[in-house]
């Protein structure tokens, strides 16, 4: 499948304003294009609003990031979203979530979790994805769990791979040819 917009790498020819962006992308990222930049760059001003952001909730949570993966991964799920449950579900496993977590994820099932914080923002996630609501047990179980700030951060990173799905599966990001497929999901 091919995308429906050009995808910007470093060889294509852009505007002043793209290059300024791009090169600042590249420096923060280590000389690549993460996925969805790849179609936002088409507006610079996003990209330069977006990747922070981004780059806060990720690199910056108050989360490990075993759970923040968890949430990343749920949403992805939620959406449908192959390219992003891909690129996730590695740093999940890295980051210590059990496979059997993300094969479920992938089937379209409900993990076994061994963690209850795991188990805790992947229903938040869940529920707020494909309910669009929560429930008060859901919502309550996480507010204790944490506190208000990190219920907040964790809607914002909702949120946020949300707006990431939203881009990605638009423009048809094609996908690796080693991607986690994800199957239907079971109701």
């Known amino acids: 499948m091919a995308a429906r917009i050009p995808v910007i790498t470093p060889e294509t020819e852009l ?4 290059k300024r962006v791009l ?3 590249l420096d923060r990222r280590g000389g690549r294009i993460p996925g969805p930049y790849r179609f936002t760059l088409h507006c610079p001003e996003i990209t330069e609003l977006m990747h922070p952001f981004g780059e806060l909730l990720r690199l910056k949570s108050t989360f490990p990031l075993r759970v923040s993966e968890i949430a990343i991964c749920a949403t992805a799920r939620a959406w449908d979203s192959d390219y992003i449950f891909t690129s996730h579900s590695q740093g999940a496993l890295k980051a210590g979530v059990d496979l059997p977590v993300i094969e479920a994820m992938q ?4 993990p076994v979790f061994k963690q209850a914080d795991e188990e805790a923002v992947y229903d938040f996630t869940t529920e707020l994805c494909v309910n669009h609501k929560i429930s008060d047990a859901t919502y ?7 506190d208000v700030p990190k219920v907040v951060e964790l809607s914002s990173l909702i949120g946020y791979y949300s707006l990431v799905a939203c881009t990605i599966l638009a423009h048809e990001m ?13 109701k």
């Open 23 to 25: 090169a600042g992308l």
């Open 15 to 18: 505007n002043p304003e793209q």
């Open 174 to 186: 094609p996908l690796p040819a080693d991607a986690r497929r994800l199957a239907p999901r079971k």
């Open 140 to 146: 309550q179980r996480t507010l204790k769990m944490y």
């Open 107 to 110: 089937r379209g099932e409900r």
